[in-house]
Nanobody
Framework: QVQLVESGGGLVQAGRSLILSCIAS????????VAWYRQAPGKQRELVAA???????TYADSVKGRFTISRDPAMNTLWLQMNSLNPEDTAVYYC???????????????WGQGTQVTVSS
């Protein structure tokens, strides 16, 4: 079981930036996909951004052009650069890693404990 520790959340004014980081206890490239999710109060957890082992990135429409996912495998670290934050970005942000474990496509995944991001208007 991999351990994931997020940091970087906090309270920020609208229009400002934050950088979230996630440190994994195993090499980042040992996973097929690493990602950031978020969950706002009363809402389902949603994908924010993901990056595959082949460096393919995916972003939620709501964050395209504002957020950037990146990784440093040498440091076992995943980042989420968040620019032009708005109150709708307020949520708990979670780091996620996923790996395909068999030929049928079953996956195993791990989650971090989450870091709170609050954007004031």
């Amino acid at each position: 079981q991999v351990q994931l520790v997020e940091s970087g959340g906090g309270l920020v004014q609208a229009g400002r930036s934050l950088i979230l980081s996630c440190i994994a206890s195993r090499h980042i490239f040992s996973f097929d996909t690493v990602a950031w999710y978020r969950q706002a109060p009363g809402k389902q957890r949603e994908l924010v951004a993901a990056i595959t082992d082949r460096s393919t990135t995916t972003y939620a429409d709501s964050v395209k052009g504002r957020f950037t996912i990146s990784r440093d495998p040498a440091m076992n670290t995943l980042w989420l650069q968040m620019n032009s934050l708005n109150p709708e970005d307020t949520a708990v942000y979670y780091c996620n890693v996923r790996k395909v474990v068999n030929v049928e496509g079953a996956t195993a995944e791990s989650w971090g404990q989450g870091t709170q991001v609050t954007v004031s208007s």
